[in-house]
Structure formats: structure tokens, C-alpha cells
């Protein structure tokens, strides 16, 4: 009999932000592939009785390619097993979830998916910084720094009066910076970096739009962040100091 596949979120790397769901099918499953940016996550790991595979990627070292992961999630599932695919943040934010799910359904392997709470939102949150205020933009915009960036429509977004949280954006920081002034959004908007959030390692670094590619490279700030470029980013002055996790 084919197992099921559970495409879970870990959230945002504190085992505490695990949510119910993901905790039970850690403890249920016969196998877990998971990502690298998990945290102590990995803690509850060794509370599960299934084989444990590691899976992760960190920009450009590769130990499984996605080819590989995808060929797994296929073999386990038909051997009858339960499979928890286990990835940080949300699984369908920016984390392959849906491609999975792509390749799965096309092999009629059951799967779910197990929503996780989000560094886009968690990470900025934990210093302070709500991704949307009433008093500020009135809408939100993931974007991503990678290669799939270039799809997009900087003019609209420019212009678009949304707080713009970017993920994978280390290593693109000049890029955006330029794309969003040169379309019209004020060199002056307040942006916020947070590398290794929720971690005792974490950074916040609050600079400009403008300033925000020397910054960058002068603090040596380094993947993983999350970049916020919004009013939004005002708050950390009121409730960065207050904020305790
Ligand atoms: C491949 S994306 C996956 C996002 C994930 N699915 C989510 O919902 O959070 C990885 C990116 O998420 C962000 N990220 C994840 N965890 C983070 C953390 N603890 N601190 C800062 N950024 C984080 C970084 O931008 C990182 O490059």
C-alpha cells in the first residue's frame, strides 16, 4: 500500500514555533527528509523514532539535488511509508512545497501539506517590526532574491505602497536597492535587515534604501536574512528595545 507524504512548515527555527500538527507527524513518521535551516528543531528530531535524513541545502553546496530529494519522496511513499518532508519557515513560501507536491501528485502519491510559520513575517516580528501597521503601507509583497527576481515588475512595485519583505536578498541588496529607486521609491524608505533571526547569533541592521548596499557589505551581513523596506521599519525605534523573546 503507498504511504502519504506530509510537506511540513518548521517555522522559523525555535522548536517552540513548531506548531501541534508538525510535532505529532515528527512522532508518527517512519521517515523525515529535512531541510538546513531548522534550528533547534532538530532538538525534536531525536525525540522521533523514524530514520532521519538530512537533505539540506545551503546556497550552492548541494548534498541532495532537488532531483534526488523529489526521487525519494517518491520511492519511500511507494514502500508504504509515512514521509515527512520537513522544511523551514512555511513550506509554500519561497520553499519548493508546491514543486513536491507537483511531482507526487503526478506519481499518485497521496500527500498534505502542513502550514509553518513563516520567516517573512516571524523574523521581522521578533525585533519589533509588524510586516503590516494601520498607520503604514497598506499591503505586503514577499519577494525573492533569486534568479526569479527578474520576472518581476520592479515599476509596479515601486509604486505599489507595500511594505516589501525579501528573502534570499544577501547576496542582491545593490540590485534591489537600485531597481526600486530608479522606479520611484524614495531613496529614503527605512530598511531593516535581520540575519539569523530568532537565533542567539541574530543582527539587526536599520539603514536606508539608499544606504542599504555599503551597509550590507561593511557589516559583512551574510545569508540567512530577511530584508524589510518599509515605514513599517519605524516601529524597531519604538518596539525593538521593548520586544523580548
Ligand atoms: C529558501 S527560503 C525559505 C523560506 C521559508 N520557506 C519560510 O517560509 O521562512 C530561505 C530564506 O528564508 C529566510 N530565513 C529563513 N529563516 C531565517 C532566519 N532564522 N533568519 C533570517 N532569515 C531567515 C532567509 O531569507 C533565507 O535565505
Redesign the pocket.
Known amino acids: 500500500m503507498t504511504g502519504k507524504v506530509y510537506i511540513v ?1 518548521a517555522g ?2 525555535r522548536k517552540d514555533l513548531l506548531t501541534l500538527r508538525a510535532y505529532e507527524l515528527i512522532k508518527k513518521a517512519d521517515v523525515i527528509l529535512h531541510d538546513a ?1 531548522i ?1 533547534d528543531v532538530a532538538d525534536i528530531l531525536r525525540e522521533s523514532r523514524a530514520e532521519i535524513i538530512n537533505v539540506g541545502k545551503r546556497s550552492g553546496k548541494h548534498r541532495k539535488t532537488q532531483e534526488e530529494i523529489n526521487q525519494m519522496l517518491v520511492e519511500y511513499a511507494k514502500q508504504g511509508k509515512i514521509v515527512v518532508r520537513l ?5 509554500c ?3 519548493r512545497g508546491g514543486e513536491e507536491a507537483e511531482v507526487l501528485a503526478i506519481n499518485g502519491i497521496p500527500f498534505e501539506f502542513v502550514p ?1 510559520i ?3 513575517v516571524a ?1 521581522p516580528e521578533s525585533v519589533g517590526i509588524p510586516v503590516t501597521h494601520r498607520r503604514y503601507d497598506p499591503a505586503v509583497v514577499f519577494i525573492t532574491g533569486r534568479e526569479s527576481r527578474e520576472r518581476l515588475n520592479w515599476e509596479a512595485l515601486a509604486r505599489l505602497n507595500a511594505t516589501i519583505v525579501v ?3 544577501v547576496g542582491r541588496v545593490g540590485e534591489i536597492s537600485r531597481l526600486l529607486i530608479k522606479h520611484g521609491k524614495d531613496p529614503n524608505t527605512p530598511v531593516a535587515v ?6 542567539d547569533k541574530q543582527r539587526v541592521l536599520i539603514v536606508t534604501l539608499e544606504k542599504l548596499p555599503n551597509k550590507v557589505k561593511e557589516e559583512k551581513i551574510k ?4 530584508i524589510v523596506i518599509g515605514g513599517v521599519v519605524e516601529l524597531f525605534g519604538v518596539l525593538g528595545g521593548a520586544v523580548k523573546i
Open positions: 512548515g522559523p527555527g535551516l534550528g522544511k523551514g519557515g512555511d513550506p513560501v519561497f520553499g509553518g513563516t520567516s517573512a523574523v528573502l534570499m536578498g535581520i540575519e539569523r533571526g530568532l537565533s545569508a540567512p536574512a530577511v
